[in-house]
């Protein structure tokens, strides 16, 4: 039989009301409900999954998106003491950050939210990142992937050289790399040797859930 | 006829003798390769510590403030009229210079609003200025701010007056400059406050934001009314409403909060006896009806690069709203060929010139937008812009 507080908690996720999901998330932890924490953290999980696919087929819009991701940010800090890590497991680390001479961070915000949800331990770089901090980050943390945000046209060719330092410090192999923001595409992901273009924040978490599942 | 003729037919929905043109120039680095100008290290200027405390006290002096500002616009009218453009967006803007220990330079420039602007170089040293982050992110500051700032406001309509009229004395005769309110009252309400606070503010705090936009929405009326003392009888107004892949709030929620302010602004522009123009960047499908509901005469961008299509949108609102743009900035417009801008200006020509109601413009603006391609656009307007428009 479904448990009454995991059907609230996903349904006030849904409805968007933060107050009554954090009512709920605080009933599982005093331990009021049988419900076990896990589980209500997987409920989140899987509730902002379906928040996510909804923005993808047009349904739901960025401010939704926006709030959802604050709600399951809200309702982790009761629920789970290892927090920043959304899922029962870790995916392992991703370093992100906006490139250099770009402020756009609207999009790198939403990914960096859904991606902590998801389970990822996220090394968020902050915008105008320098090549150079990419690749200090890349060494530092040994990440899964990295991810960059770029929405103009001229500072595409920071993402070129940003891989091309990888190469030649020899860490390419060692991290995949995914782009995202306004002016890229597949074609540009494919002209910078990129490993993938996300067009949003959901496909981009989907395929670093894959690589985490390779690695 | 002449650029004005040219552009208020169109703007009437009627044919002019040819497709009007219209530029977006205003960047530094554009500016500069037109008029053959060598960048100024502004920027490493600043860095000096004796000339860097000089120059924040002069730019904090309104007088020179606004003449740089004015020469940077009169810089870009002179591009514009070079390359042959009927008309060009003109905006005026009041920011003040700030030490600043978050920005990477050590200095930022705040505005009126309540937002900071990073200070920056761009690819070839000009300086370049970009929205980073708010300074209200509660209610209270945003309260303490707006209510510190009243002659901040008062100065920054003065100077939108001064610097369009001046602009239009000046360049009148040569090109139609087209006065641009900016930013509007949705980038003014969220972007002081953040993206994210916004968005708690409006299921959390719902009477906040109603005061809030309230208030942004009287003061861009004002913002609007000192635009138009220039005498031109377009003006253009805008915010970016819309993402990569749709617009970024729900559009019923747009309507909820938005709605009346828009109707506003639009009968306010119309008592006048002007036209409004509304610009958004993103995927604005889905806010196209209400533009024709609020009373917008026309819309100007039309990005590509979130699936904006210049055919799609003619069918859509018809004759409703006058079409300005689109062609593409992201690869078109830096590097595409002769050949590729002359095909895109047929195409955009063909999908909504006929019945007038259709001006050529680029999407956007940014240092990387070519003058070359520019001057290519304009030559395939008047190679393939001709009325009557051939099928
Ligand atoms: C794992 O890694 C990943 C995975 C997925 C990733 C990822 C990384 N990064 C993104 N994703 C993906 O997931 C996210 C969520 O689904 C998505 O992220 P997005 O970032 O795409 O989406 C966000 C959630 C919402 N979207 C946005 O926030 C961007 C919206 C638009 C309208 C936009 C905005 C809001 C702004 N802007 Co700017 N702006 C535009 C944008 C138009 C558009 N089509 O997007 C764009 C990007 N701007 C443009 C321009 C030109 C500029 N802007 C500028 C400034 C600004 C504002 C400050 C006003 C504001 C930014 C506020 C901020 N703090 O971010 C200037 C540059 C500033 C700078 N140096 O960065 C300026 C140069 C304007 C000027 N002349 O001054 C255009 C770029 C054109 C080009 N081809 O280069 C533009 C496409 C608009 C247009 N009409 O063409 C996906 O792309």
């Known amino acids: 039989m479904p448990n009454v507080a995991l059907e609230e908690l996903k349904s006030s996720f849904l409805s968007l009301d933060m107050e009554a999901t954090l009512r709920v998330a605080n009933t599982v932890i005093r331990g009021d409900d049988k419900a076990t924490v896990k589980e209500a953290v997987d409920v989140v999980a899987q509730s902002l999954e379906i928040v996510g696919k909804r923005f993808q087929a047009g349904e739901w819009y960025l401010a939704e998106l926006v709030y959802a991701g604050e709600i399951a940010k809200e309702a982790m800090n009761i629920l789970s003491p290892l927090m920043q890590t959304g899922s029962s497991q870790s995916l392992g680390t991703i370093v992100i950050g906006t490139v250099a001479g770009d402020l756009h961070d609207l999009g790198k915000n939403i990914v960096v939210s859904y991606a902590r949800s998801a389970g990822f331990r996220v090394v968020d770089l902050g915008v105008d990142v320098l090549a150079q901090r990419f690749i200090g980050a890349v060494k530092e943390h040994k990440p899964v992937a990295l991810g960059m945000s770029c929405l103009l046209t001229s500072t595409e060719r920071e993402l070129a050289g940003v891989i091309e330092e990888l190469k030649s410090q020899k860490l390419r192999d060692r991290v995949k790399v995914i782009i995202g923001g306004a002016a890229l595409s597949e074609k540009v992901a494919y002209d910078v040797s990129a490993d993938a273009f996300a067009p949003d924040a959901i496909t981009g978490i989907d395929i670093m859930k894959k690589w985490s599942a390779s690695a | ?391």
């Open chain 2, 1 to 391: 006829m002449n650029f004005k003729e040219r552009i208020l037919t169109a703007m009437n929905h009627e044919e002019p003798d040819q497709v009007p043109v219209m530029g977006l120039i205003m960047d530094t680095a554009t500016v500069n390769h037109i008029l053959g100008k060598k960048p100024v290290d502004f920027v490493g200027m600043l860095q000096k510590p004796v000339v860097g405390t000089q120059i924040k006290s002069l730019l904090n002096t309104n007088r020179f403030w606004k003449r740089m500002y004015y020469d940077n616009f009169a810089g870009a009218l002179g591009s514009a009229i070079k390359l042959g453009f009927d008309a060009n967006w003109t905006i005026c803007t009041l920011m003040r210079l700030n030490r600043d220990s978050q920005a990477s330079l050590g200095w930022s420039w705040y505005d009126p609003y309540g937002r900071v602007w990073d200070l920056g170089r761009d690819a070839e040293g000009n300086l370049a200025v970009n929205y980073s982050r708010p300074l209200c992110d509660t209610e209270e500051k945003w309260e303490a701010w707006v209510a510190k700032r009243a002659s901040l406001f008062e100065t920054m309509i003065k100077n939108t007056a001064s610097f369009h009229k001046k602009l239009v004395e000046n360049y009148g005769a040569h090109i139609y400059s087209i006065g641009y309110a900016a930013p509007g009252i949705f980038e003014n309400s969220w972007q002081p406050i953040g993206f994210v606070n916004f968005t708690r503010f409006i299921y959390q705090k719902p009477e906040f934001v109603k005061r809030v936009i309230a208030f942004q929405t009287d003061l861009y009326i004002r913002n609007l009314d000192a635009v138009m003392q220039s005498g031109v009888e377009v003006v253009l107004g805008g915010d970016d409403l819309g993402q990569k892949t749709g617009p970024m709030v729900r559009p019923d929620v747009v309507e909820k909060l938005y709605g009346e302010s828009y109707r506003r602004v639009s009968d306010f522009v119309h008592q006048k006896k002007r036209k409004f123009v509304f610009h958004s960047c993103g995927n604005i499908y889905a806010l196209l009806d209400k533009f024709v509901e609020w009373g917008f005469d026309g819309i100007i961008t039309m990005e590509p690069t979130a699936g904006m299509d210049l055919g799609r949108v003619r069918e859509q609102v018809g004759h409703k709203l006058v079409l300005i743009g689109n062609l593409d900035v992201s690869y078109l417009m830096v590097s595409g060929t002769q050949q590729e801008v002359e095909d895109a200006v047929k195409k955009a020509i063909g999908d909504a010139a006929r019945g007038g109601g259709y001006i050529l413009s680029t999407s956007h603006s940014h240092p990387l937008v070519d003058p070359t391609r520019m001057q290519w656009m304009v030559e395939a307007a008047h190679k393939y812009g001709r009325y009557p428009i051939g099928n």
